[in-house]
C-alpha cells in the first residue's frame, strides 16, 4: 500500500466519527433543539463501547452498548428541555460535564488497558480494486454505518413525509403544532437519534481509532462535530465535506509532528481548533444566508397552549 | 403518564429562592443512592465528602483558595448570560491571565519592586480581557456563534501554556521540569490572615460580587444588561446597543477570569505548569447558575461548589473512591438546579392516562 493510500486511511479514521456525531445533531437541529451536550454523550458512548467490550469480548457488542448509552444519556437533555422547558444552551453544558464525569468514574478501572480492534469487513472483489478498493471496501463495520447513515438522513429529511414534519417543527414550532403534530414526540425522537450517532462516534474512538480507554479521550471532537454543524448550513452533504477536510487537518498535524517539521507540537495540536474557529468566521459573516439557513426555532422552548 | 407545564400568571417568588436549595437536596439525594451502590455507607461518605472539610482551620483556607477563582469568574459569567451572551471559554481566559501576568516575574524576574505584584494583576486582567475579546470581536462584527468560538479558545490556550512551560519558559535551572521558575516574593500575592494559605484572591472575588451586584441592581448598565438580555428587540428601542453589550460583558467577564488566573498562580501555585486549573473556568458555569445569575448568589454557590472539590479529595482519602465523584457531583447539581428553575415559572402537573388526551393524540398522528 503507497504512502498516500495510508495517509487516506488515515484521513477517513479520523473523520468517521465527526462525519456520525455531525449528522445526528443536525437531526436533532433541524428538529429546532440544540443539544451543546455531543461531547457528553460521546465521551459516554466511547466508555460503555470499551467497557462492554472488554467484558464480553465481542467489539460489536460493543459498538451496540455505545450507541444506546448515547440514546440514553440524550434522553436526560431531552427530559429537562422538552419536558421542563429547561434553557437549552446550559442544559447541554450540563450534560457534557456530566458525561465528562461519569465516563472518568466508569473507565477508571479499564484505563490503560489495551482493547480489542473492531475488525475489518472485507469485501471480495470489490476490494482488490486499485487504490479506492482498500479504501473503501475494506474498513470497519462503523466506517459502513457512516457511509449508510449520509444516505438515509439525507433521504429521510428531504424525501419523506416524517422528515418534512421533523424540518417543519424546525422552523416553527407554532405552526406545525396548529397543523396537529405533535412537536414534543417529534423532537424526543430527534434528541435520541442525536444522542445515538453521538454514543456510536464515541464508540469509534474506543474501539477504532486509539483502542483503549484514556480520561477525556474525545478531546473536543464533539464541539468540532457541533461546529461542522454550522458549517454545513445544516445540510447532510455538506456535513461529509466538512468531516473529511476536518480529518484531514488533524491528520496533517500528526503527519507533520512525525516528519519532525520545525514547528512546536502544541502549535499543530492547536491547529483543527484553530480551523473550526476560521471555518465558523468564513461561514457566518454573511448575516442574511446564516438567517436564511437556520432552522427558525433553533434553541427555543416550546409548550403547548391548553 | 404525562408531564404537563402550566404557566403561572407571576413569577413564584418562594420557588425563585427556594430552587437552589431544593436542587442541592436532590444532588445530596442521588450522591447518596451513588455512593450506595458503590458500596460505600452513603451516610458517611456524604459527611466526609461535605462536613468533614469544614471541621479544620487548614481546610477552610483550601476552601477559600478554591472559592475565589470560582466566585471570581462565575460573577463575570453571570453578566454575560444575563445579557445573552454566552461565553464558556472562561477557562482558557483564566490561563490567559495567568500567562500574561506571569511576564513580570518569569521573563523580567530581575526587577524587583512593590509594583510588581499590582502591575502583574492589571496585566492578567488585560490578558484575560484581550483573550474574551476574541470571541467579543468575532459574534459583534461577523456574526461568529461565541459559544463554539469561545471554547475552541480554551485548547488553544491550555497548548500554549504547555509550550510556554516546556520551551521558552522553562526553569533554566529546574532539571528539565516543564514548569517556570518560581516567583520571587515581591510577586507572591500574600495571604489574608496569619492562620493559614488563603490570599487575597478570595477578597477580590468578594469585592468584585459586591461591585458587580451594585451595578446591577442599581445603575442604567444593570438594567441594560437585563433588558437586552430578556429581548434584544425591547433593548434597541430603548437606544441600548447589542453590540457594544457584548463587548462590555465579554471584556469584562475575560477581565475577571483572567484575574482569577493570576491570583491563582501568583497566590496558590507561585508558578506556571502545564496544568494550572482543575477546570475552574467549567465548573463556574454551574457557580453562576447555582447563584441563579446573582453575583450574591453566586458568593453562596461558589463555596458550595468549592467544597465538591474539596470533598472529592477526601473521599478519595477516606472512601477510596474516585476523585472523579467531584465531576459527576458537579454536573448532576447543574441538572437539578436547572430542572428546579422550571418551578419559577411553571406549575408541574403530572397527568395519568386520560381519555380526551388520548383521542386529542390520536387524532394528531
New interface residues.
Given amino acids: 500500500m503507497g504512502i498516500v493510500e495510508a495517509i487516506l486511511l488515515t484521513v477517513i479514521t479520523a473523520a468517521t466519527p465527526l462525519v456520525i456525531a455531525a449528522l445526528g445533531e443536525l437531526v436533532t437541529e433541524r428538529s429546532g433543539v440544540l443539544n451543546?451536550g455531543v461531547e457528553g454523550m460521546m465521551i459516554i458512548g466511547a466508555v460503555c463501547a470499551f467497557v462492554a467490550t472488554q467484558q464480553t469480548g465481542s467489539p460489536y457488542i460493543g459498538i451496540i452498548a455505545g450507541t444506546v448509552s448515547g440514546a440514553l444519556f440524550s434522553l436526560?437533555f431531552g427530559f429537562?428541555t422538552l419536558?421542563?422547558?429547561?434553557?437549552q444552551?446550559?442544559?447541554g453544558?450540563?450534560?457534557t460535564?456530566?458525561?465528562?464525569?461519569?465516563s472518568?468514574?466508569i473507565g477508571?478501572p479499564y484505563s490503560g488497558q489495551s482493547g480489542a480492534k473492531l475488525p475489518q469487513i472485507v469485501f471480495p472483489f470489490l476490494s482488490d480494486i486499485p487504490y479506492l478498493g482498500p479504501l473503501l471496501f475494506k474498513q470497519d463495520l462503523i466506517f459502513y454505518l457512516s457511509i449508510v447513515l449520509i444516505f438515509a438522513v439525507n433521504w429521510f429529511l428531504f424525501k419523506t413525509r416524517t422528515g418534512l414534519m421533523l424540518r417543519s417543527v424546525g422552523d416553527s414550532h407554532s405552526s406545525a403544532h396548529a397543523l396537529?403534530?405533535?412537536v414534543i414526540r417529534t423532537r424526543y425522537l430527534a434528541v435520541l437519534f442525536g444522542g445515538a450517532c453521538a454514543g456510536l462516534a464515541g464508540a469509534q474512538f474506543s474501539l477504532v481509532y486509539t483502542p483503549q480507554w484514556t480520561e477525556n479521550m474525545s478531546?473536543?471532537r464533539g464541539?468540532i462535530a457541533?461546529?461542522l454543524v454550522?458549517f454545513a448550513s445544516w445540510r447532510p452533504w455538506r456535513v461529509v465535506i466538512g468531516g473529511y477536510l476536518f480529518g484531514a487537518v488533524s491528520i496533517s498535524q500528526l503527519h507533520a509532528q512525525a516528519f519532525g517539521i520545525g514547528i512546536?507540537s502544541?502549535?499543530l495540536?492547536?491547529l483543527p481548533?484553530?480551523a473550526?474557529?476560521a471555518v465558523?468566521?468564513v461561514i457566518?459573516?454573511?448575516?442574511r444566508t446564516?438567517l436564511i439557513n437556520t432552522p427558525a426555532s433553533l434553541g427555543k422552548s416550546f409548550?403547548p397552549d391548553? | 403518564m404525562r408531564?404537563?407545564?402550566?404557566?403561572r400568571p407571576k413569577v413564584s417568588v418562594l420557588f425563585s429562592i427556594f430552587s437552589p436549595f431544593i436542587a442541592l437536596a436532590l444532588t445530596l439525594i442521588a450522591g447518596a443512592i451513588m455512593f450506595f451502590l458503590l458500596g460505600k455507607d452513603p451516610g458517611y461518605a456524604l459527611y466526609s465528602f461535605f462536613i468533614e472539610p469544614l471541621t479544620e482551620v487548614w481546610s477552610l483556607h483550601e476552601l477559600a483558595i478554591k472559592a475565589g477563582p470560582l466566585i471570581l469568574i462565575a460573577v463575570g459569567l453571570s453578566v454575560c448570560y444575563r445579557s445573552n451572551n454566552?461565553n464558556?471559554g472562561a477557562e482558557g481566559q483564566f490561563i490567559m491571565g495567568a500567562i500574561a501576568g506571569s511576564i513580570l516575574p518569569v521573563v523580567f524576574y530581575e526587577w524587583q519592586s512593590p509594583l510588581v505584584l499590582p502591575l502583574m494583576l492589571l496585566l492578567g486582567m488585560l490578558g484575560g480581557a484581550l483573550f474574551a475579546g476574541i470571541p467579543a470581536f468575532?459574534k459583534a462584527h461577523?456574526?461568529?456563534?461565541e459559544?463554539?468560538?469561545s471554547?475552541?479558545?480554551v485548547?488553544?490556550a491550555q497548548?500554549?501554556l504547555?509550550?510556554l512551560v516546556?520551551?521558552p519558559w522553562r526553569n533554566p535551572g529546574g532539571l528539565n521540569f516543564p514548569e517556570t521558575r518560581t516567583f520571587a516574593a515581591d510577586a507572591i500575592l500574600p495571604e489574608m490572615v496569619a492562620s493559614g494559605r488563603a490570599h487575597w484572591g478570595f477578597a477580590f472575588a468578594i469585592i468584585a460580587a459586591v461591585l458587580i451586584w451594585l451595578m446591577m441592581r442599581f445603575t442604567l448598565k444593570g438594567f441594560e444588561i437585563t433588558v437586552l438580555g430578556q429581548s434584544e428587540r425591547a433593548g434597541r428601542f430603548a437606544g441600548f446597543s447589542s453590540r457594544k453589550m457584548i463587548w462590555f460583558s465579554m471584556l469584562l467577564s475575560g477581565a475577571l477570569a483572567g484575574l482569577a488566573g493570576i491570583s491563582e498562580v501568583s497566590g496558590a501555585i507561585q508558578q506556571l505548569r502545564p496544568v494550572i486549573s482543575p477546570g475552574y473556568g467549567?465548573t463556574a458555569?454551574?457557580v453562576a447558575?447555582l447563584g441563579r445569575l446573582n453575583p450574591l448568589g453566586i458568593v453562596a454557590s461558589g463555596l458550595v461548589l468549592a467544597l465538591t472539590y474539596l470533598g472529592g479529595e477526601a473521599a478519595q482519602l477516606s472512601l477510596g473512591v474516585?476523585d472523579?465523584?467531584?465531576?459527576?457531583?458537579?454536573?448532576?447539581l447543574?441538572?437539578f438546579v436547572?430542572?428546579c428553575?422550571?418551578l419559577i415559572h411553571?406549575k408541574?402537573r403530572m397527568v395519568w392516562a386520560d381519555l380526551t388526551d388520548t383521542v386529542k393524540?390520536g387524532?394528531?398522528?
Avoid: C
Fill in positions: 451543546l436526560l429537562l419536558t421542563l422547558v429547561a434553557n444552551v446550559a442544559t453544558l450540563a450534560l460535564i456530566l458525561g465528562l464525569g461519569v472518568g468514574m477508571e396537529g403534530i405533535n478531546a473536543g464541539w457541533l461546529a454550522v512546536p502544541q502549535f495540536s492547536a481548533y484553530l473550526t474557529v465558523l468566521i457566518s459573516h454573511n448575516r446564516t409548550v391548553r | 408531564i404537563e407545564l402550566e404557566k454566552w464558556i468575532l461577523l456574526n461568529t456563534n459559544i463554539l468560538t471554547l475552541m479558545l485548547y488553544v497548548l500554549f504547555d509550550w516546556r520551551g467549567f458555569i454551574i447558575f474516585s472523579k465523584v467531584t465531576r459527576v457531583f458537579q454536573g448532576l447543574l441538572f436547572l430542572s428553575d422550571t411553571y408541574i393524540d387524532g394528531a398522528n
